[in-house]
């Protein structure tokens, strides 16, 4: 008898959940011409997906936003390890607590989010491509860095990263083998020689040395030397290929995703170096990876490097795709006279970055951190210090998932610098 009524309740919430959607917003059609179809047959738009509630009207309307402007999907955390890994519902700080490593064996992995965003991109017609993102995030707790500093378990986990590829293999776009594994360093303030970006002596620096990577790597990346360290991401990149079997079967582009290097800063100029000079570093030792992963969170107060974006894409060369992720505006600490003023600062910045970038055939992925501001990450309860803004206007559509100034710029953009010829080789 339970069970007949528990069955009665649910109907009677999807019946809710439906009256309330088309009570609220009474088509789920949008005018604006699919940002897909502006792009051009060989440059994909994604988005990462923030709630995968279906009981919801506003989250329901904005995935349909999403599905509408992107072929490719992006879990915000479903696949990240330190995500993965489930925690206990309660834990006692006790001497019998026992780490992930104690056990030399992988827990339980929580599926549960990346399953929802994954079966939402594979319901859409066409399916939705799938991001990975992220394989390899150094410093997000002590049991993600246990797995990943256990050979034992690293390999594990890597065999279980593989087999959940292989079961969408052809829908999986990319991945984000590594993601900020550098020093990170915050656009708001200045750390002075605390700060290794600025402690560097020289922009000239040879960002191929093992010493400066020694200063700028972020400590949880196994290995007691810069040289280990370095051999410890050629190792990872050698086993997922393997595991993938790339050298029979078409792969994923794995990818290097990192932040701030957009910004006018001179620590964001040596970042860019940075990555160059590991990419080289890879490369010379049979690991090549196969394009960067650049996160654009832009902040209202500084604007772009245009033209040092524009010259990192084509110091990447033919051979190296750059996916752009995550791009938002963030307006901490920007005084505005007026919503109008920041509506424009946001599309100017947008535009500028996008002019910098969209004319390079290596650019084949242009994503979002969300694309309407009600559901940005800044707006969560849940977001941490420096990110979380309850008026943010981050995105392309205000609440009621109606167009803002910087949506045409975008357009327009996209059509200006639609990318027909063929997707850099690797």
Known sequence: MHLIFDAIGDLLKVLLSAVLLF?????????????????????????????????????????????????????????KLHHLIEQPKSRTETADDKSVCDGHSLPPFNLTEAGKAWDFAYRQEPDML????????????????????????????????????DQKRQHIASID????????????????????????????????????????????????????QIQWLVEVVDALRAKLDCAERACPPLLLNEDLLSAPYK?????????????????????????????????????????????????????????????????????????????????????????ALLP???VVRLGFWGLSDGQHVSRSEFSPPGIKDPTSTATLY?????????????EQKLVAHRLNPPKVQR
């Not at 009207?57 to 072929?71: F, K, P």
């Not at 410093?139 to 390999?155: E, Q, R, Y």
Request: proline share 4%; aromatic share 8%; net charge negative.
């Open 130 to 165: 799938v991001h990975y993102h992220a394989v390899i995030w150094p410093g997000k707790g002590d049991d993600a860095d246990c797995i990943l500093s256990d050979p034992k378990l690293l390999d594990e986990y890597l065999i279980w990263v593989a087999k959940r590829v």
């Open 267 to 355: 620590r964001s100029a040596r970042k860019r170096q940075a990555i160059l000079g590991l990419l080289h570093v890879l490369e010379d030792a049979g690991a090549k990876l196969d394009g960067v992963g650049l996160q654009a969170h832009l902040f209202a107060k500084d604007g772009i490097d245009a033209d040092g974006l524009s010259k990192f894409a084509t110091d990447l060369g033919e051979s190296y795709e750059l996916h752009v992720s995550e791009l938002d505006m963030s307006s901490i600490s920007y005084l505005a006279d007026s919503a109008g003023e920041l509506e424009k600062v946001h599309a100017k910045h947008v535009g500028d970055f996008l002019e």
């Open 23 to 79: 009570w609220t917003f009474p088509a789920l059609a949008f005018e604006e011409k699919p940002l897909k179809e502006s792009a051009g047959p060989n440059r994909t738009i994604s988005c990462v997906l923030r709630s995968t509630a279906d009981d919801d009207a506003a989250s329901v309307r904005a995935n349909a936003l999403i599905a509408h402007h992107c072929d490719t999907l992006v879990s915000e955390n479903g696949m």
């Open 177 to 228: 083998l590594f993601n900020e594994i550098f020093v990170k360093f915050s656009p708001l303030t200045e750390n002075g020689n605390k700060d290794p970006w600025l402690a560097l002596s020289t922009d000239r620096e040879d960002y191929s040395h093992p010493d400066i990577f020694g200063q700028l790597f972020h400590p949880s990346i196994p290995g007691t030397t810069p040289e280990g």
């Open 398 to 410: 205000n609440d009621e998932l109606e167009t803002k100034y910087v949506f045409e710029f975008v």
């Open 360 to 362: 390079h055939a290596n």
